[in-house]
């Protein structure tokens, strides 16, 4: 039986490998799977899923008209003799609240896997609609762990900088890397903001 993951961490948490590994083990049996990434997400190309470690995929994009169930359901019409075994989402919390209804949809009409890997919270620690609507809808949750930049805890959080100064003010979505953006800790959060 198919069943809608969600899987989150903060930046530099390894997300996007994740996918890029998991699309490996599927196409290493011979088994088709279908990656998305929000075109709001791309760091450069929209149609590629790139992890910092240097490897990288090619992936559909998805705009803010992009009917997930219809993308899907066209994407197996095209070639009816291919299986499509998963679904993979990068940067899921760029989604909006009707394409994670559509991806219920994908598992529950067509019985396909979907894997939504994406941040569950941004950096004034809100949660992102995807991100959200994901944590409500999915069947299995899971976060993938990483380090806290400043010390040796769990990463919950993101800290923003501008001007190498933690900020937390300004539009919710603002794609960046790591002069933009690190993962920490509670602690070392709400220490940057006490200092600032």
């Given at each position: ?87 993979l989402i990068d940067e899921a919390q760029f989604l909006h609240k009707k394409q994670i209804a559509q991806l219920t949809q994908v598992v529950d009409e067509l019985n396909i896997p979907v894997m ?81």
């Amino acid at each position: 039986m198919a069943q809608l993951y969600y899987k989150y961490g903060t930046m530099n948490s390894g997300k996007s490998f994740e996918i890029i590994k998991v699309a490996h083990n599927y196409e290493e049996q011979g088994k088709q799977v279908l990656i998305y990434s929000p075109s709001v997400g791309a760091r450069g190309n929209e149609d590629r899923v790139g992890s910092r470690v240097g490897f990288e995929r090619a992936a559909i994009p998805v705009y803010e008209h992009t009917d997930m169930l219809v993308s899907v359901k066209e994407r197996i019409a095209a070639d009816s003799s291919v299986k499509i075994y998963c679904v993979l989402i990068d940067e899921a919390q760029f989604l909006h609240k009707k394409q994670i209804a559509q991806l219920t949809q994908v598992v529950d009409e067509l019985n396909i896997p979907v894997m939504a890997f994406g941040l569950k919270n941004d950096f004034q620690n809100e949660l992102f609609e995807g991100s959200y609507h994901l944590l409500v809808q999915a069947d299995k949750i899971e976060e993938i762990k990483t380090i806290c930049w400043y010390c040796d805890r769990k990463a919950t959080m993101v800290i923003r900088f501008l001007d190498g100064q933690p900020t937390n003010t300004g539009e919710q979505i603002q794609i960046g890397g790591n002069e933009d953006y690190k993962p920490v800790c509670r602690r070392c959060y709400h220490t940057a903001f006490r200092q600032s």
